[in-house]
């Protein structure tokens, strides 16, 4: 049973140009949530997920970044015209519902340079 | 909206002494989960707790959920090298199960 797949791993991206991240959850659990960490600090929430539903997006800044869960396939992270401070390691995770644990992929770490 | 608040923010201890870690949240919560991500890594998830005055162990480590659902604790017995990184609690709330988490305690155990 695989955990939770995150990609790339690591993404370079030049200021301007479009990031895109991926998260597979694991498989039968339909909640997703997106965080964000800077270095040596703590998880930022951004977005949370039902299939196809985004039912709590108070984290993510309103302009250039939007989130997906689509019905099939992976959820989606994108990020447009990026800019240096949204350099950082992205976090996806997955659960079955509430009451339950979230699993963690492995991150990405976007660099803008 | 809901805040989670840990202390310490860091905390060094000499192997064997014990370690305790605070979580306080600004709102009554459905469960609280705890979180340990080892430096270069990835949270993993420890354990939930969901019951009020609940207290759980795994080996060393012991996990106390308040009487009023809103703090949380978690004890290190007799800290080894492999339990240094950041300790995270996470608080579930709200009709949609939002998972908030709060600021994170890294622990740094000298050999």
């Known amino acids: 049973n695989a955990g939770v797949m995150q990609n790339p791993r690591h993404l370079v991206r030049r200021r301007g140009q479009e990031a895109r991240l991926r998260c597979s959850p694991v498989k039968g659990h339909s909640h997703v949530y997106w965080y964000r960490q800077l270095p040596e600090e703590g998880l930022k929430f951004m977005v949370y997920?039902?299939?196809?539903?985004?039912?709590?997006e108070s984290g993510m800044p309103k302009e250039r970044f939007s989130a997906e869960f689509p019905k099939e396939g992976p959820s989606i992270l994108r990020i447009q015209q990026v800019v240096r401070g949204d350099s950082a390691a992205y976090f996806c995770?997955?659960?079955?519902?509430?009451?339950?644990?979230?699993?963690f992929g492995q991150g990405t770490r976007l660099t803008v340079v | 909206g809901q805040q989670v608040m840990q202390i310490p923010q860091y905390q060094h201890v000499q192997e064997g002494e014990d370690f305790t870690t605070y979580c306080n949240s600004s709102?009554?919560?459905?469960?609280i989960q705890w979180y340990k991500q080892r430096p270069g890594g990835h949270p993993v998830f420890l354990i939930q707790?969901?019951?009020?005055?609940e207290v759980k162990k795994q080996k060393r480590l012991t996990f106390q959920f308040g009487e009023a659902k809103k703090n949380s604790s978690l004890h290190i017995t007799a800290t080894q090298t492999t339990d240094v990184g950041t300790y995270f609690c996470?608080?579930?709330?709200?009709?949609?199960?939002?998972?908030?988490f709060g600021t994170g305690t890294k622990l740094q155990v000298i050999p």
């Open positions: 997920l039902q299939k196809e539903n985004i039912i709590d």
């Open positions: 995770a997955s659960s079955p519902g509430s009451p339950s644990g979230a699993f």
């Open positions: 707790l969901v019951k009020s005055g």
């Open positions: 996470a608080g579930q709330s709200g009709g949609y199960q939002k998972v908030t």
């Open positions: 709102t009554t919560l459905s469960n």
